[in-house]
């Protein structure tokens, strides 16, 4: 299996390459040249398989440059019950909602109670099996931009990795208390933090700058030194993902929620557009889905675009209760896009280079047409996320956060718009522990405890929902950074971090 740009056809990799990487010379994003198929009868197969065993037969498909022994390693060192609190990482809890039945995928049981764990606990060892057979001995430096879970997640996935450093750059005020103290506490030889004067499309734009940077890339050269990346751009990110959406569809015919062979709909609360681009691509593997409903929160570039064919960032960005969803640039639509276009790497070309000259792109209709026959856009503001947190724990006595409260209220949206009633599995990407000030607001109209530990507490007394240990174990825990930067000296932070002159 070959990887190809979005950007150059002709650049064709395999996997290790493409990870090692992280994203192509020309700027573009790394896809498999064709969607290996799952069979009805390879699928029926996996009803009675492990998440790790479903894990390993889809991976295979698409790491044809590795061995079974080296994919069962990756696969079984990352989703241990120590690590994800179960043999299954990804749990669905079924709940009634306004009378429709939805089925919440937990994929936030991870060390860091977000979903990004899912990628990242198997990433670092994606990574350093494709450096042993790209990287030339040389130590791959992971640079992240991050709207708050994906920081924390590739930093304890990749902490004392070696032959890799990794350093992380967030908005300043643009992450919650939890995530910014789960990450200034960051243990690790190997790790740096650093908060940017900005938002996260600045810290992603000063990033992939860096990234692309020829100049750069020779400095790390001659420390023997490469960039590598652990954003949701890298392959290695995105393949994880497609495991659980297969995963949680046999879940759901063994727990007799959908009959075997019919489709499902899937819900995500959607940023950067990754977490649904890996819902599609299983699609394409062949699982059985009617719709992919994309739910936003107030930026909601992509509800408009998926209802116009228009993508347009220039529109004000808001800081939101869901922040890990506070991004106008959606990198991964890049990925669709020149999926849809019947992989034509010169329009998906024009529409980036738009979008960085202008602001804007319009896909042609066809286009159009095939988004929106897959995709339903919607969006929830901050007033509409608060309600929903508060129904569902008042209906059902469950606690979700503030991302999958976007999710949960625009697919509940979504099905009194079109009374569709496809079995819904929606992406319940973080724990409500992580939001506790955002989560206790929408609950409790009380006095507002000041300290964010002391929030966790009083969600804890009112809801009963257990406290994850690793967000309880950072109470009282010292930070280990707190510099903060302009976003035009992130290059020159890169280089002091790794110890070397420009
Ligand atoms: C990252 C994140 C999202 C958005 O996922 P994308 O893959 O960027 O679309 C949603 N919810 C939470 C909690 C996240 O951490």
């Not at 681009?277 to 009617?290: H, T």
Request: overall charge negative; some cysteine; proline content about 4%.
């Amino acid at each position: 299996m070959f990887y190809n740009s979005t950007q150059d056809k002709n650049k064709s990799v395999l996997s290790a390459q493409a990870i090692a990487q992280g994203i192509s010379q020309d700027g573009g994003l790394f896809v498999p040249e064709s969607f290996p198929q799952l069979s009805k009868d390879e699928l029926r197969s996996m009803l009675d398989m492990t998440y790790q065993d479903r894990a390993k037969l889809i991976i295979s498909k698409y790491l044809t440059d590795f061995t079974a022994d080296e994919i069962a390693d990756c696969v079984d060192s990352a989703y241990t019950a120590s690590k994800f609190g179960s043999d299954n990482p990804a749990p669905i809890a079924s709940v009634d909602y306004n009378g429709a039945q939805l089925n919440l995928l937990e994929l936030w049981h991870g060390p860091t109670c977000a979903f990004k764990d899912m990628a990242l606990q198997i990433l670092p060892h994606f990574l350093t099996k494709s450096l042993a057979k790209v990287g030339g001995g040389k130590d791959a430096v992971i640079l992240v931009a991050t709207s708050g879970d994906t920081g924390k997640a590739a930093l304890e996935g990749f902490k004392d990795v070696e032959h890799t450093k990794i350093i992380v750059f967030y908005p300043v005020d643009g992450v919650s208390a939890m995530q910014k103290h789960q990450m200034n506490t960051q243990e690790g030889e190997n790790v740096y933090v650093c908060a940017i004067r900005g938002n996260f499309d600045d810290a992603q734009t000063a990033v992939k700058k860096i990234f692309t940077d020829p100049q750069t890339a020779e400095i790390l050269d001659k420390n023997n030194m490469m960039f590598s990346s652990a954003n949701s751009i890298n392959w290695g990110r995105l393949l994880p993902q497609i495991v659980y959406y297969i995963s949680a569809y046999c879940d759901m015919v063994n727990m007799g929620k959908v009959g075997f062979g019919d489709k499902i709909n899937i819900t995500v609360p959607t940023g950067n557009f990754g977490n649904i681009l890996a819902g599609y691509y299983a699609y394409e593997m062949g699982l059985p889905v009617n719709r992919f409903i994309c739910a936003s929160n107030s930026n909601n570039v992509l509800t408009d675009f998926i209802n116009t064919g228009v993508y347009n960032k220039n529109r004000d960005f808001y800081t939101t209760v869901s922040p890990s969803m506070d991004i106008l640039v959606s990198s991964n639509l890049e990925r669709l896009l020149y999926a849809l276009s019947g992989n034509d790497d010169k329009l998906t070309k024009g529409y980036m280079d738009a979008l960085k000259s202008d602001g804007v792109y319009e896909v042609t209709p066809e286009i159009k047409e095939k988004i929106q026959a897959m995709f339903y856009g919607g969006f929830a503001d901050e007033d509409a996320t608060a309600k929903t947190i508060h129904d569902l724990f008042e209906q059902q006595g469950y606690l979700c956060d503030t991302h999958t409260a976007v999710a949960v209220s625009v697919c509940d949206a979504y099905i009194k718009a079109t009374g569709d009633k496809t079995p819904v599995v929606i992406a319940s990407t973080a724990s409500p522990y992580k939001f506790s000030k955002a989560v206790l607001g929408a609950l409790d109209k009380g006095d507002m405890p000041e300290s964010e530990f002391d929030m966790v507490e009083r969600l804890h007394e009112i809801t009963k929902a257990d406290v994850p240990a690793p967000l309880a174990s950072l109470r009282g825990k010292k930070a280990r950074f707190g510099d903060v930067t302009d976003k035009e000296d992130m290059q020159g932070v890169v280089l002091s971090a790794l110890g070397i002159k420009g």
